[in-house]
């Protein structure tokens, strides 16, 4: 089945927005520090990567990439960082490059990785695409279809997950029982999760595939976020 891209729409406030989903790319209250408070701090990061060899992270919704730069600028300024670092984000609905360079000239801070990601930017065809930075040590996979039917074939060992599909309420079979349980399956032990929704219907699917959950404050006007831990195959 052909992709159906996104159209790149704002909200008033200028907050990216999803016709097809009506729901907001990222909080009106900053996209980058968003990444830096949710995804990469809920999930023990830069720290959990430093001397590693290679550190695995999945991501469901791919989006502005606004959550791959911020994490491939994080790795960048940290001395300690891995050697390879590997981002695997599944995406039904891609922007078409000229709709990301316009939403990502918002933040000046990614411009030049932003420009390497749009110079490698696959043609928007379902699919697995490879994309090699600096020098093949930031890899980033991108899976070009609905990541229900693609999550259960993929084989990797992920060290930390990023869930961040849309409201549960508008987009849930994103959050699902069985798509709780497909993180589950390529979760390394101790691995890590981390999202700003804290719904109970969340929260239940992923203690279900044995994701201990844990509140966390949320990030700007939110109270609460979500992390999690993969107990499965913990020896004490
Ligand atoms: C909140 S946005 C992600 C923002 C993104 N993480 C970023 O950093 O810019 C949610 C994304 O999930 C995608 N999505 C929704 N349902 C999906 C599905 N079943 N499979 C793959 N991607 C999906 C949407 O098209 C959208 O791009």
Known sequence: MPLEPACLTHATDGTPVSEIYGDIYHSAAGGHAQARHVFLAGNGLPARWQGRERFVILETGFGLGLNFLATWLAWRDDPQRCQEL?????????????????????????????EQLRQHWPVLQPGVYRLEFDSARVVLTLVFGDAVDTLPRLATAVDAFYLDGFSPARNPELWSPALCRSLARVAVSGATLATWSVAASVRQSLAAAQFDVEKRPGFAGKRQMLVARYAQGDSG
């Open 86 to 114: 590997h981002f695997i984000s599944f995406e039904k609905h891609p922007f078409q490059a000229t709709d990301l360079a316009l939403a990502q000239a918002a933040w000046p801070e990614f411009a030049l990785l932003a």
